[in-house]
């Protein structure tokens, strides 16, 4: 098998949304990770239904795949950054109302999941708080998602509630295990912040994984580098894809790049497919 790779619209906040589809495909990928946002597709839009099939279209057109991320900084509140999330002391269910529109707009653009988090828990709450408003967030976010057949992916963020695999895993527990709450990996946060190596969190994720995030990092720091200017082993990384037969898309994860983004990701595809060219040769080495 192979991978398969998107690029996300968050690292072309400077493109309109159908000139950054119309480059990504362009430069060959196979998908995109798109960020609901007011630069692109605006989730509170008075005709968000109009400009979803719009996008829908012209995704189809270019024959990439999707899976929507939910990660824009201030699509909710124009003072703090991710306000309010799951886990805020207050306004919770706008959090859960704007996921809530993100599963349609994922099931309206034939998306492969959509993926969210936590959040980062207020000053003075303790866990068993924390854990009562995630859960019953989720809980709701979940019912849409099977009223509207769409896979959800938590996703693991450094310096948030939820920011290891493990946490993820004891997430599903907690809930029960449903089927239709699974993984977002980023690898460069293995790096950054996991206690494993990228290989142990996408082994640890297996089944799970429904959507991979590619970017570089170094450890004990949150940002997301180009390939090869962090500590990424880029092709063990893969290899990992590969050993636990991942078949979602694995986007590119740079949302500062916008500035240069056609050449930054032009190069950043050019990387992974000498990386997976790599992965791929050293397990038929090993076969043999």
Known sequence: ????????????????????????????????????????????????????????RRLD?????????????????????????????DGRERRVDLLCRSVRIASDLGAEAVSFWSGTLPDGTGADEGWQRLLAGVDEVLAEAE???????????????????????????????P????????????????????TDCVHAAGALLANVQLDDMVPGAHEHLEFGTGEVDLPRALGALLDVGYSGLAAVELPRHGHAAPVVAARSLET???????????REAVRT
């Open 1 to 56: 098998m192979s991978l398969r790779f998107g690029y996300g619209t968050n690292g072309f906040g400077s493109h309109r949304l159908d000139d950054a589809l119309g480059v990504i495909a362009g430069l060959g990928y196979d998908g995109v990770a798109l960020t609901v946002d007011h630069p692109h597709l605006d989730p509170f839009a008075p005709d968000l239904a109009l400009r979803t099939a719009k996008v829908r």
């Open 61 to 89: 057109r270019l024959g990439l795949a999707v899976v929507v991320e939910t990660g824009a900084r201030y699509v909710m509140d124009p003072w703090h950054k991710h306000e309010p999330t799951l886990v805020s002391a």
């Open 147 to 177: 009223r509207r057949g769409v896979v959800c992916a938590f996703e693991p963020e450094p310096g948030m509630f939820v920011d290891t695999v493990a946490g993820v895993l004891e997430l599903r527990r907690r809930l029960g295990s």
């Open 179 to 198: 089927e239709r709450l699974r993984v977002t990996l980023d690898v460069g946060h293995c790096v950054c912040n996991e206690p494993g190596t990228v």
């Open 272 to 282: 992974l497919r000498a990386a997976l060219a790599r992965a791929q040769g050293e």
